[in-house]
């Protein structure tokens, strides 16, 4: 296996809530007396009140959680000077609670008008203690009852369906309407020619204490790739999925399969557990992640989310074009001849109607782009 898909096939899994500290135990921590904190003891017992700390990226506050003890809620902060228009959002994951005023029906219905999703294709099993699950169009998935997931749907969708979304804050209204809570939430930041971020400086930003934390230490770190020749590619994580905060920095480029191509990409997923992720994260993703940690406050603009996703789809374009040639080009060659040397007759024998469903939702741009290059 590839060292630097290995980020991708941990991404992909859309995170389960864990289980005895799920949204009942924030929700209800939420709902109780708190006091905010800076810093964390070994024993979070209540100390006395004290302020935010927003250079550090999160607000900590103490809550009651069960059996009386303390429970460290997070709260990640914006960092109000960068744009908002830095990141992206690459992953989104809520949980919401089903009633007779808001039934699966009208979930759906909601999905499609949201996010664009029309294909709703009945899983053969569950997900992550719930009993029924629907797999949306290759963007993501719905779950739904459960013993102990209390009339709640959990909703996931991946790089592809956060692609499909024309407008956030809507996503947004939806949510907070519902009283929904947000379990994850991936935000990323490309620089496509890697002279700003790349692997040497995001390391080098960690050893320079770039990453402190609210006590004051640093998370914890590792890097998986080619560190020693730089040739196939490098990952270097910061924080843990298990503390619901980890930064990744990889280079895109060679993970899509062009070792020459320089492009960076920052990614942070903030996971629920233990975290109130507010809903204004949707519209602002790039103030949030420059709060994130200290070294990454400069954040500037990044580009859109639909420039973004037509370059990876060209990308992939070209990639499978080349395995085309490469696995099946002499056997077309031997068609066009026994066409007699017409190409489109060889072409009508060998296409089927359709295109392929990772395409489709960034087909019109890639037909323009191809002709603009023909032009």
Known sequence: ???????????????????????????????????????????????????????????????????????????????????????????????????????????????????????FTQGNKGWCGYHKRIDLDGCGLLAWEGIAQRDTAHLSLNAHGCARVTGWQAVQIWG????????????????????????????????????????????????????????????????????????????????????????FRLELELRGTNRIIPWNILTQPGQYLAGSYPCLSSLSSAPCVLETSVKVASMDYDKTLSHLRKQWGQFINLVQDVEQGDPASAMQALIRPGHPERFVPQLAALLRKKSDCKS
Not at 69 to 82: E, F, K, S, Y
């Open 1 to 119: 296996m590839n060292e630097i898909t290995q980020h991708q096939e941990a991404n992909n899994e859309a995170g389960c809530p864990e289980r005895g500290t799920s949204e009942d135990s924030t929700a209800e921590a939420a709902a109780s007396p708190r006091v905010v904190i800076t810093r964390i003891s070994k024993n979070p017992a209540l100390e006395s009140p004290l302020t935010d700390c927003p250079t550090v990226g999160e607000r900590i506050t103490v809550m009651p959680g069960h059996d009386n003890r303390a429970v460290l809620i997070q709260h990640p902060l914006p960092n109000g000077d960068a744009p908002p228009d830095a990141a992206i959002i690459d992953w989104f994951a809520c949980t919401l609670r089903l009633s007779s005023g808001y039934a699966l029906k009208q979930l759906m219905a909601d999905l499609t008008a949201l996010f664009g999703i029309a294909t």
């Open 176 to 263: 907070e309407a519902h009283q929904a809570r947000i379990a994850r939430v991936d935000l990323a930041h490309d620089d496509y020619s890697g002279t700003v971020w790349n692997a040497e400086r995001l390391r080098a930003e960690y050893l320079q204490d770039g990453f402190l934390g609210a006590d004051n230490r640093k998370p914890h770190s590792s890097m998986v790739g080619d560190w020693d020749n730089a040739e196939k590619g490098r990952t270097y994580y910061v924080g843990s999925r298990a503390a619901g905060k980890m930064l990744r920095g990889y280079e895109k480029g060679k993970q899509l399969g062009e070792l020459d191509n320089p492009w």
